[in-house]
């Protein structure tokens, strides 16, 4: 059961990786489109900052640290 769990949870991770380093790349371009009077979807991503990619971030941290949590919780079961 764990093993299932922790497989899923690194598939989503994986998943979340990808949207958060395209969330970055999408705000670089953007703002530098905006400073040279281009229109690259800033407006666009600063509406889905606090729906999307906020979020995707927060659960990013989370989930690692759910992860680590439990391997070093099965590493302890393990010892004894």
């Known amino acids: ?3 299932l769990f922790l497989k899923w949870l690194n598939r989503f991770l ?4 990808f949207l958060v380093i395209f969330g970055f790349f999408w705000f670089a ?3 530098v489109g905006r400073s040279l ?4 979807g800033f407006d666009l991503w600063y509406k ?6 906020n979020p ?4 990013l941290f989370l989930g ?3 992860s680590w949590g439990v391997n070093k919780i099965s590493e302890r079961f393990k010892a004894n």
């Not at 009077?37 to 690259?40: A, N, W």
């Not at 889905?48 to 990619?53: D, R």
């Not at 995707?56 to 659960?59: D, L, N, P, Q, T």
């Open 1 to 3: 059961m764990k093993d």
């Open 14 to 17: 994986v998943f979340d990786v």
């Open 29 to 31: 371009i953007a703002v």
């Open 37 to 40: 009077g281009l229109d690259l």
């Open 48 to 53: 889905l900052w606090q729906p999307l990619f």
């Open 56 to 59: 995707a971030i927060g659960i």
């Open 64 to 66: 690692a640290f759910v």
